[in-house]
């Protein structure tokens, strides 16, 4: 048990970061603030490497099965003899890959800083903020118990506020930041309603706990949520669909996502590590810590299974039409995010049925690696041109090679072109699709084909498209970068070699529903149709964006409206607006406030008003000449004898 | 020598008192409410020496008692005259009437 203590060093790693660079970072180590944050994230990502190591191939196995290790167990607050939050320190085949994932991703964000930060006026506080969102993170994955999920959980989204408002004079990023939290504080409460059911009749908050009761079927606790229903579903379902709430929130599914788009605003760097490659798959992370509970229902499962595959498509579709680089990769980091989050909805638990689960988490760790290259990549592209927008780049493949060589592999791989990284988990998750669901499946191929138009739409208009005229130099008073220091080619290039090589990780002999290994193949013959769709949908893109031509303006043309509510996102925000602005606020907020100025507020000035007018009565009483209080002094001793001495007797 | 009876040195200690709470609601002067109340502490001294002489003769604990209270009203003379000069240095006048600042 003992042997996996050093785990906790690797979230705290981060935050004596975080509080060395908070206090002091400003004044006195702002010159070393990125050497201090990334050399500690370093340790912490070897000492991931090696428990990982420890875990996956030395000692995790006992009987061919992964065992779940509790390496570390404080009782912080103890509500009644069974119910407590505790601190703990949760060791199983997720939790391990996750540590591996984030930070190994935050590592790289850490080094591409260096320069891509470079000159910042809170260039300290910029490290502290990204330990504390690392260390959060990473408390989050190794958590034990699940209302310190629920504490980790809102640490990620405060560090995550933070880091979009980090350019706090730019009053879009100052919205984008405050659209983000109240959206995910508005999903949390979802998941702090469904954390109070499951632990009511759990009776438990630990998840390993609660596992074992809810899926054990004659366990009484498991009869008791079953039995209770509301609104005709049972407090199961209730419990577990608020749970998603809480998940869908953080990881952007429809209807909630509309804050990941404007989450954009803050540093590339950040959008990178937090926006695509770790906190926004914090929700199919919680859905994958409870599937075996999640398992039990199926309205529930369904539920994740439909949300995420509409995800899947609606963001597909919307980022075939955006123009901004950032904000067409946060659409696809929806897109896949609602591709794992239908791969757990449609798996089962344990052995060959478990394959959608072993998908979901094939496919969030590559997403991981390719998704941040693709992210790092867009970066150095805005570092160099001073724009999000597409219509200012094109024909960049000769000014900065490495970059495009990395953001080719990255869209390759996302598009699911063998042999990179996406093809693999793709595939997997295709398959159970296939298994499972037939609607599903031809959503999820042709969410596949949108995805590698769009990606490749992206990557011709900014590297081919038209001849590059950035070259000359100070055209907007700055001089033309190149691609930047080698701490921002670095990254680059190792993410790209992981986005080429994480695909062929043995991931079904290590991270599965039971933790038994799965034996999957890749079927050539069911391999055709998507990668063929794919490749389709490439040359699709080539034709209409590798050169300048009429082609997309044509196509546009065609699908005229259709193309236009793509364009405005599917009116989403302003249905939001619509509703909050037109219900909510004269239907609900305005009689809230109405009762709060007349009935709480008039209660609180009747109060004050009554003593006011008593101690105008009763003030000619202090009148400040001595004799007076003397009286009164004898006179009320008067009248307490005569009381005790002839009326109390 | 014929002895006096209790009831007439009780009698001589209420009208003291008594005399001391007249004096204390009805002067002005500051002095002569220091007086009375100096008054009322030497009734309460004849009570405490009297009932120690005809109830408890074999104790001295009202005849201490007393010493302290003169102790205790020689020390509050003391304090109540410094007040009494710093009233009439920034009053000009040490009639109780002056003094009344300190109201609502």
Redesign the interface.
Known sequence: MSNYFYILWIPLLPLATFVILGLFGRKYLSSIAGLLGTTSLLTATILSFVAAKQYFFIDGKVNGIYQKIIALKYTWLEFSPNVSIDLGIVVDPISVMMLVVVTSVSLMVHVFSLGYMKGEERFATYYAFLSLFTFSMLGLILSANIFQVYMFWELVGVSSFLLISYYFNKPSAVAASKKAFIVTRFADLGFLIGILILGFYGGTLDIGLLIERFTSVHSTQFLSITSASFLGASMLTWGLTLIFMGGAGKSAMFPLHIWLPDAMEGPTPVSALIHAATMVVAGVYLVARMFPVFSMDESALAIVTYVGAASALFAAIIACTQTDIKRVLAYSTMSQIGYMMFALGISKNGGENGLGYMASMFHLFTHAFFKSLLFLGAGSVIHMVHSNEMKDMGGLRKLMPITHIAFLIACLAIAGIPPFAGFFSKEEILTAAFHENKIIYGIALFTAALTSFYMFRLYFSIFWSKEATISSPAHDGHESHGEGPWVMKLPLLILAACAVCVGFVPFSQLVTSDGAALETHIDLVFSIAPVILSVLAILLAASFYKNQNGKSAKVTNAFGSFYTAAYKKFYVDEIYIFITKKIVFPFIGQPIAWFDRNVVDGFMLLLAKTTAKVAELIKGLQSGKVQNYAMYFFGGLVALSILFIYIWK | MQEIPLTQILFVSTALFFIG?YG??TRRNLIT?LMSIELMLNSVNINFVAFNKYLFPDNLDGLFFTLFIITIAAAEAAVAIAIIINLYRSHNSID??D??????
């Open positions: 709470m204390l609601f409410l109780v009437d003094a009344t600042e300190m109201k609502y």
